[in-house]
C-alpha cells in the first residue's frame, strides 16, 4: 500500500492547484500513479494574485490554459511527485475553464 496515493486519492476527479518547487498548475486530478500526478483541463499559474483568494474563487491574476490537455483527446500533464509541495482542493467544476482574473 502507498501511503501518500492515500492521501491523494480523497482529490482524484476534483480541481486542484498544484504546487510545486517552482512552479503552480491547476486542473483536474485525472489520475495517481506511484511517482506522479496526471491532470487533465490543466493551466500554468504564473501568479496566484492573493493565494487564498484564489484558492476560494478559483481565480487567478495570470493563468496560461494548457489547451493539449482538454476537450475529447485530452493529453494529461503530468507532474512527479518529488517536486510538488502541495495539492490543495479549489473550491470549482472540474471542468472549469481556467480565465485570468480581471
Known amino acids: 500500500m502507498d501511503m501518500m496515493k492515500d492521501l491523494y486519492e ?3 476527479g476534483r480541481a486542484v492547484l498544484v504546487e510545486t518547487v517552482t512552479l503552480y498548475f491547476c486542473g483536474k486530478l485525472e489520475a495517481i500513479g506511484l511517482r506522479e500526478l496526471a491532470l487533465i ?3 500554468y499559474v504564473g501568479n ?3 493565494k487564498m483568494e484564489a484558492i476560494q ?3 487567478f491574476a495570470e493563468v496560461q490554459p494548457l489547451t ?3 476537450g475529447e483527446n ?3 500533464m503530468v507532474i512527479n511527485r518529488n517536486a510538488i509541495t502541495a495539492v490543495i482542493p479549489l473550491n470549482c467544476s472540474p471542468d472549469k475553464r481556467w480565465v485570468q482574473k480581471g
Open 10 to 12: 480523497p482529490l482524484e
Open 41 to 43: 483541463n490543466a493551466a
Open 48 to 50: 496566484t494574485g492573493r
Open 57 to 59: 474563487t478559483a481565480e
Open 68 to 70: 493539449t490537455t482538454m
Open 74 to 76: 485530452a493529453i494529461p
